[in-house]
T-cell receptor, first 110, second 115 residues
Framework: EDQVTQSPEALRLQEGESSSLNCSYTVSGLRGLFWYRQDPGKGPEFLFTLYSAGEEKEKERLKATLTKKESFLHITAPKPEDSATYLC???????????FGGGTRLMVKP | DAGITQSPRHKVTETGTPVTLRCHQTENHRYMYWYRQDPGHGLRLIHYSYGVKDTDKGEVSDGYSVSRSKTEDFLLTLESATSSQTSVYFC??????????????FGPGTRLLVL
């Protein structure tokens, strides 16, 4: 069964304390891996798409990487405004359908 | 924000009543999606549409129907609401990326409570 698993479920960091979130997937025919940010009471906000192993994308303090089995979202020197739930999703084979992981809730304390 | 609006934003209804949620987009996107988001289950696809009057089922379609009579509107109907359909509902559209492929952009959500 195709699955997307995110870890940890929750992560507390001090401001400036760098860390990584993990998204592992067991799908055949990966077409794309997507990272979203979701703030409470809002819809997911698109961050990155990765298509092939070895690919990397960066945006401000965030950097996403992709291997054949997992993706990491690295957060460098986070700030309290980076607090949110980060969602990972994949598309596979010929479809546009997104399969989501359960998310990682990140809390950055000043 | 991909020009997506959802209405209503909040709704409280009673078990057994019909409910229709509306998703409206202003940028002529072909693909539209309905998801529900629940604690412990994440985001799950209910139905999607790939054009006017062209729709298909997603992972959790039981108890839901959809209609798309014009490009800009995608309606989600709960024929007879149940408490298990209490959830937050998100609409999404697909949009091409500048470097190829597509991604989905989400609306603000509708919070539905079925008593």
């Amino acid at each position: 069964e195709d699955q997307v698993t995110q870890s940890p479920e929750a992560l507390r960091l001090q401001e400036g304390e760098s860390s990584s979130l993990n998204c592992s997937y067991t799908v055949s025919g990966l077409r794309g891996l997507f990272w979203y940010r979701q703030d409470p009471g809002k819809g997911p906000e698109f961050l990155f798409t990765l298509y092939s192993a070895g690919e990397e994308k960066e945006k401000e303090r965030l950097k996403a990487t992709l291997t054949k089995k997992e993706s990491f979202l690295h957060i460098t020197a986070p700030k309290p405004e980076d607090s949110a739930t980060y969602l990972c999703a994949v598309t596979f084979n010929a479809g546009n359908m997104l399969t989501f992981g359960g998310g990682t809730r990140l809390m950055v304390k000043p | 924000d991909a020009g997506i609006t959802q209405s209503p934003r909040h709704k409280v209804t009673e078990t057994g009543t019909p409910v229709t949620l509306r998703c409206h987009q202003t940028e002529n996107h072909r693909y539209m999606y309905w998801y529900r988001q629940d604690p412990g289950h994440g985001l799950r696809l209910i139905h999607y549409s790939y054009g006017v009057k062209d729709t298909d089922k997603g992972e959790v379609s039981d108890g839901y129907s959809v209609s798309r009579s014009k490009t800009e509107d995608f309606l989600l109907t709960l024929e007879s609401a149940t408490s298990s359909q209490t959830s937050v509902y998100f609409c999404a559209i697909s949009e091409p990326l500048t470097r190829g492929g597509e991604t989905q952009y989400f609306g603000p959500g509708t919070r539905l409570l079925v008593l």
